[in-house]
């Protein structure tokens, strides 16, 4: 069973995500893990995979919590969005770094100080017509800001709400997500 420091909570005491650890994960008939039943008989909505585990969360918010440092404590809206897109932008630098090391070689020196500029400053090309993707935050670019989007070889992590932020985590290849279902 996982451990009290395995449970995510946040007020008033509803169990809101739980992470279970690959050894103590149940599997069904076919080998595949079986979400746990809620302590609380709610629902779980997303299975989160992490390499020595599962996250399994009642919404976006939940699954968020157990990914960025002090999101379970942030509460007002503003201070999850503010974490939220502080999250976007080192993921996104992580990932251009990533990309550009699958590409070694096939960039021009104009793209390379195109992929270091920081992902809180806005692209000013039009058009991104190199191989390794551009990873941008949605916060940066209209209609946020008065910044145009580029177009072209692009991957977004939108960070303006948690659903969209965990979908876009995982349409990037950042997380492997799934729809829980009822546990």
């Not at 609380?40 to 989160?48: D, I, P, V």
């Not at 969005?81 to 550009?100: E, G």
């Not at 960070?159 to 279902?181: I, K, M």
Request: charged fraction near 15%; glycine fraction near 4%; proline fraction near 9%.
């Amino acid at each position: 069973m996982p451990t009290s420091r395995d449970t995510l909570m946040m007020p008033p005491g509803t169990v809101n995500a739980l992470r279970i650890r690959n050894d103590h994960l149940v599997h069904d008939h076919s080998g595949h893990p079986v979400a746990p039943p809620h302590p609380q008989a709610l629902t779980w909505a997303y299975e989160l995979v992490e390499p020595a585990g599962r996250v399994y969360g009642i919404d976006a918010d939940a699954i968020l919590a157990a990914v960025i440092d002090d999101y379970q404590t942030a509460d007002p809206e503003h201070e999850k969005a503010a974490a939220r897109a502080r999250h976007a932008h080192a993921t996104a630098l992580i990932l251009t770094a990533q990309h550009r090391a699958d590409h070694q070689g096939t960039v021009i020196d104009a793209q390379v100080t195109t992929l270091r500029t920081p992902t809180s400053r806005p692209v000013t090309a039009p058009l991104w017509d190199c191989p390794v993707p551009l990873v941008l935050v949605d916060v940066v670019y209209a209609p946020f800001t008065s910044a145009t989007a580029p177009i072209g070889n692009v991957r977004w992590l939108h960070s303006r709400d948690a659903d969209s932020y965990l979908q876009s985590l995982c349409e990037v290849g950042a997380v492997t997500l799934h729809r829980a279902g009822p546990s």
